[in-house]
């Protein structure tokens, strides 16, 4: 069953809300590499990412985490979903009246993620696992972190 595997946490004060989530809920922050969040370009390398890991109510890493970045806009929480392959779950997503916002796209090494609006216009994403994820053009080269830009 499609389940939440990843949520992604939009932030106007990016080093406030990981105080406040750090201490709140004992989430451990990490720069993902490549991300310097220097400038307020619409580059994706620019955007400064930061990966949260989660733990449990005994200190065990969680299966789930999540991401940080600078808020896009008018960009909010997003959970990203599970569903095995993302070309079958955006078929099924149109056939029930939700929209595909932005088609697959590669996170090279990790895997495949599309976004989504459903009947309520609400934002989620779709993710499909696969290591041997390849960005197939320049094109399709955006990080999870600037296509938010595109949702409003």
């Not at 994403?125 to 994820?133: F, L, R, T, V």
Request: glycine residues 10%.
């Amino acid at each position: 069953m499609p389940t939440i595997v990843h949520f992604e946490i939009p932030a106007d004060d990016v080093e406030r809300a990981k105080k406040f989530y750090s201490t709140l809920f004992g989430w451990k922050m990490e720069k993902w590499p490549g991300t310097d969040g220097e400038d307020n370009s619409s580059s994706s390398s620019n955007m400064g990412y930061w990966m949260i890991s989660t733990t449990d109510s005994n200190g065990n890493k969680a299966s789930i985490g999540g991401g940080m970045m600078k808020r896009q806009d008018h960009q909010h929480i997003t959970n990203f979903i599970d569903v095995g392959l993302v070309d079958e779950y955006s078929s099924k997503i149109e056939k029930l009246g939700g929209k595909v916002i932005v088609s697959k796209m590669a996170v090279p090494g990790m895997g495949y993620f599309a976004l989504c609006h459903d009947t309520e216009n609400n934002n989620f994403g779709i993710w499909e696992s696969n290591e041997g994820a390849r960005v197939q053009s320049k094109s399709h080269a955006l990080c999870l972190t600037s296509i938010w830009t595109y949702l409003t």
